[in-house]
């Protein structure tokens, strides 16, 4: 009786934390609209940037051409060095004036302590913007509608 109560309470342990770990996150959609320009489609990389500005995980990459990868500068420093997977985190590129909806997780724990969302762009032999939009994970920051810099004319995020 006490091997069967210890195998119930064992498998209420893990379905707790199952669900403890589904609750420390939250998925957002991302709309991403593209300026007008011409070229090649530009490679942009979704990071989670930690509040002492440093990369701290790739979120999503849009292009999956790898030999491209290396034109995101600051972030293919980044990725060489953790060596991460991120074939389940890709999409295709975006060519100028174009939309692109793709969704990712941000962990609750990250939102009003300092982090941001940085987008990276690049597009074959033109500019590179190593912060061609930021955005503040805070509360206000999530929810508003954020301007690029560059190729990305606005971001918009809502929480699903």
Known sequence: MKSIFKIALTGAF???LSFQSNAQSSKYKCM??????????AYIVVSLINANGEYEKTLYVMGDDKKWYKSLKEWNKFHTQKNDDISAKTGASVTGGDRSVTTFEIENSKINKGYKLRFETAVEDQKYYV???????TTEGIADKTDGKGYIKYVRLNKI
């Open 14 to 16: 893990i379905l707790l």
């Open 32 to 41: 991403l609209q593209m300026n007008n320009y011409m070229g090649e489609g």
């Open 131 to 137: 912060s061609d939009l930021e955005i503040p994970l």
